[in-house]
T-cell receptor, first 113, second 113 residues
Framework: GAVVSQHPSRVICKSGTSVKIECRSL??????MFWYRQFPKQSLMLMAT?????????EQGVEKDKFLINHASLTLSTLTVTSAHPEDSSFYIC?????????FGSGTRLTVV | KQEVTQIPAALSVPEGENLVLNCSFT??????LQWFRQDPGKGLTSLLL?????REQTSGRLNASLDKSSGRSTLYIAASQPGDSATYLC????????????FGKGTKLSVKP
């Protein structure tokens, strides 16, 4: 079955630094990848949608200069949290689709101290 | 604007019971509906995917139904086990095959031995 690998699973960083999260589709080409964020006891919230080779589409309220998304190939998308602050601490999940079902990564727990 | 609601927010049952989780959505123009399972601090596992033209899907002890016209879906879990304890998320795809998923807040299920 379709597998999406997301790394790292956990990261702790200092305030003001940048963190890159990778999302790879291992056995299929993902036409579209999505990045979600989940705060405790809240539902997953879509941050942005990325299509290979084009700029990501960000949801309202998500700062595109802070959350940089690169989708350079059909199997890799990266999310970079720039100048991270404690309020960016959250659980980030990516998903990928070929157009029918969705496969999710295992998530990244980001803690900014 | 599509909204997804899941009831109840939390559910505790003794082992062996059959149970039903409910999901409702406000806009019936969905492409498909998916049920996921999320273990604490982990990513999502897809359980069942129902296309908009389908009425139900079954996988093992799980059965999901879809009534698009009334904006409802149910996830039926038969003979519940402690290993079923997790948060169950319902999500709809709105806006075509490449549309993003819109999630409910989930139902936290606890199955007591």
């Amino acid at each position: 079955g379709a597998v999406v690998s997301q790394h790292p699973s956990r990261v702790i960083c200092k305030s003001g630094t940048s963190v890159k999260i990778e999302c790879r589709s291992l056995d299929f080409q993902a036409t579209t990848m999505f990045w979600y964020r989940q705060f405790p006891k809240q539902s997953l919230m879509l941050m942005a949608t990325s299509n290979e080779g084009s700029k990501a589409t960000y949801e309202q309220g998500v700062e595109k200069d802070k959350f940089l998304i690169n989708h350079a190939s059909l199997t890799l998308s990266t999310l970079t949290v720039t100048s991270a602050h404690p309020e960016d601490s959250s659980f980030y999940i990516c998903s990928a689709t070929q157009g029918r079902g969705y496969t999710f990564g295992s998530g990244t727990r980001l803690t900014v101290v | 604007k599509q909204e997804v609601t899941q009831i109840p927010a939390a559910l505790s049952v003794p082992e062996g019971e059959n149970l039903v989780l409910n999901c409702s959505f406000t806009d019936s123009a969905i492409y498909n509906l998916q049920w996921f399972r999320q273990d604490p601090g982990k990513g999502l596992t897809s359980l069942l995917l129902i296309q908009s033209s389908q009425r139900e899907q079954t996988s093992g002890r799980l059965n999901a139904s879809l009534d698009k016209s009334s904006g409802r879906s149910t996830l039926y879990i038969a003979a519940s086990q402690p290993g079923d304890s997790a948060t169950y998320l319902c999500a709809v795809v709105h806006g075509g095959s490449q549309g993003n998923l819109i999630f409910g807040k989930g139902t936290k299920l606890s199955v007591k031995p």
